[in-house]
Nanobody
Framework: QVRLVESGGGLVQPGGSLRLSCAAS????????MNWYQQAPGKGRELVAS????????NYADSVKGRFTISRDNAKNTLYLQMNSLKPEDTAVYYC?????WGQGTQVTVSS
């Protein structure tokens, strides 16, 4: 069955960096667009970034453009999100998403 397991979240100071990973299994990872979503406290889930199957095209929410980078390693069935210049408003649970399958999420907290 499809399994998506996120890791790499944590507590970081404003201006800091984190790298999220998502280990995927149960489907042919290299064939599909993958996504990162976030859910901030008291808000709905929002798309943060997407990457096409081969990694040749990416899209970002305006709020993270220039600070976050989505990437993938199809040989390792792994999706990444490099998060730089983090802001308190980036605090959220981050989810790896394939079609309508969601991981369990990883908490990112940006606070001094």
């Amino acid at each position: 069955q499809v399994r998506l397991v996120e890791s790499g979240g944590g507590l970081v100071q404003p201006g800091g960096s984190l790298r999220l990973s998502c280990a995927a299994s149960g489907f042919t990872f290299s064939r599909y667009t993958m996504n990162w979503y976030q859910q901030a406290p008291g808000k709905g889930r929002e798309l943060v970034a997407s990457i096409t199957s081969g990694g040749g095209s990416t899209n970002y929410a305006d709020s993270v453009k220039g600070r976050f980078t989505i990437s993938r390693d199809n040989a390792k069935n792994t999706l990444y999100l490099q998060m730089n210049s983090l802001k308190p408003e980036d605090t959220a649970v981050y989810y790896c998403v394939y079609r309508n399958y969601w991981g369990q999420g990883t908490q990112v907290t940006v606070s001094s």
